[in-house]
């Protein structure tokens, strides 16, 4: 009864505040504390969980990618990278939009983060968008809900989180006897996995925006494609080019953490664009300070209030009492995976994604291993389906970067999101039904 009471003053407050047009970060907020003092706790936990929220390595990637973003801006590296993604667009029907969702599965490579790929990707093409005639928010949405893939397409930090929250799990006797002894979870296997779901996500989402931009009459160049305009275009952008490759170059080859890979972008843009473009002056950087400080602090507000109400869901027991109840209404797979992929969606509006994962995977991996599905199978599954959140509100962290980087409203920009949140959510239950789609990759290699 007592969790009852809680889901009652934290969610009753929570939306109280929202209709009554409180900002979503302050409603979070009051709720969780309206919910402490109701639980007779000190207030000031409050302000421990939001300290907490973050204290984590990854997260340094964010202000770190913002500032690369803003440099790159101002040292002419974004121009030719988009004009080189112009170039190959060429007359396609929203084109550079499709480009943008190009842009945020190579740059996930190097993150391993959906509001870090948001903002690295938002600083480049959103404003390359609203030149070519698009509406800001819907440059903003597809950035957006592009940027999800930071945290599918490998090496993720969640896949990661997913095989260390698995290590020492236990499993009903009768799943060892139909299914064998439950093995621990390869990360590698993992990341290896990742990379057609990944693919398969994105493939959605071009086609989706493809279909709006002809409806909104968002065109391509109407030249056409030129062999001799794509090349000048790489030949200039030269420089560029080479940014995302040393950085991937020094991940793959274990130089340098995804995290530190963001400082590297960083040094490498005050290079080529103090020494090489010599655009980058001392008016510019204290421009994109000004701007990492803003919409940094933008983000990590409402991620303060976000995770503090995760926080009181989660020691109240409702997560895990939601899983067992939804998971005992039915034996059919295919139900199953809905209700798993229902409740994921909802848990990532509201929960930070590696808390959920840390949260929710002793929770569901014993009962869908007991259901023979394949653990690298769910975990994929896990990670898509909360990458959505990242596009949802109240949480949706990277709506409110790529709101941030447009100066859009962020209601605007998460209308025009929403469909694309859809279309993944469909992607993601064709992952769900199709095990072969994870599993395919891992098994030709040998794993």
């Not at 067992?324 to 969606?345: A, C, E, K, P, R």
Request: hydrophobic share 55%; aromatic share 10%; proline share 6%.
């Amino acid at each position: 009864m007592n969790e009852t009471y809680i889901v009652i003053t934290l969610f009753g407050t929570f939306l109280g505040l929202l209709v009554i047009g409180a900002p979503v970060m302050v409603s979070l907020g009051i709720a969780a504390l309206a919910s402490f003092f109701y639980l007779d706790e000190n207030p000031i936990k409050l302000v421990q969980i939001a300290f907490n929220s973050v204290g984590s390595f990854p997260l340094m990637a964010l202000p770190s990618f913002i500032l690369a973003g803003a440099l790159m801006e101002a040292s002419g590296i974004s121009r030719r990278l988009v004009n080189i993604a112009e170039s190959l667009a060429g007359p396609v029907t929203g084109g550079i939009s499709a480009a943008t969702v190009l842009a945020c599965m190579f740059f996930g490579a190097i993150s391993g983060s959906g509001p870090a790929t948001t903002a690295a990707v938002g600083m480049l093409m959103i404003p390359a968008m609203v030149r070519r005639g698009y509406d800001k928010g819907y440059a903003s949405a597809v950035t957006a809900s592009s940027g999800g893939l930071g945290i599918v397409i490998p090496p993720s930090i969640p896949m990661v989180i997913f095989g260390i929250s698995a290590l020492g799990l236990t499993v009903p006797e009768e799943a060892i006897s139909q299914h064998g002894v439950f093995q621990s979870i390869s990360i590698p296997k993992l990341f290896i996995a990742g990379f057609l779901p990944g693919l398969v996500i994105s493939i959605s989402l071009i086609i989706l925006n493809y279909i709006r931009c002809k409806r909104l009459g968002y065109k391509g160049t109407e030249e056409g494609w030129s062999v001799s305009h794509i090349s000048a275009a790489f030949r200039s952008g030269i420089w560029s080019v080479m940014a995302p490759l040393v950085i991937l170059g020094g991940i793959y080859s274990g130089f340098f953490t995804p995290t530190e890979s963001a400082v590297v972008a960083i040094f490498y843009t005050l290079f080529v664009g103090l020494f090489i473009h010599r655009e980058l002056k001392w008016k510019h950087f204290s421009q994109a300070l000004e701007t990492t400080t803003w919409l940094s602090g933008r983000v990590l507000l409402i991620l303060f209030t976000a995770t503090a109400f995760g926080r009181l869901l989660v020691e109240n027991q409702i997560p895990n009492m939601v899983a067992s109840s939804m998971l005992s209404l039915t034996d059919n797979l295919y139900l199953i995976w809905l209700l798993i992929i229902g409740f994921l969606l909802f848990v990532g509006m509201f929960m930070e994604t590696l808390a959920a994962i840390m949260i929710l995977t002793p929770v569901l991996l014993p009962v869908t291993y007991s259901l023979g599905i394949d653990p690298i199978h769910f975990g994929i599954v896990m990670v898509c389906s909360l990458s959505i959140g990242f596009s949802t509100p109240p949480l949706g962290e990277n709506l409110f970067v790529a709101s941030g980087i447009s100066d859009t409203p962020l209601e605007e920009v998460t209308a025009k999101a929403l469909p694309f949140a859809f279309i993944s959510t469909l992607a993601v239950i064709l992952i769900a039904y199709v095990p072969q789609i994870s599993l395919v990759l891992p098994r030709l290699l040998g794993y």
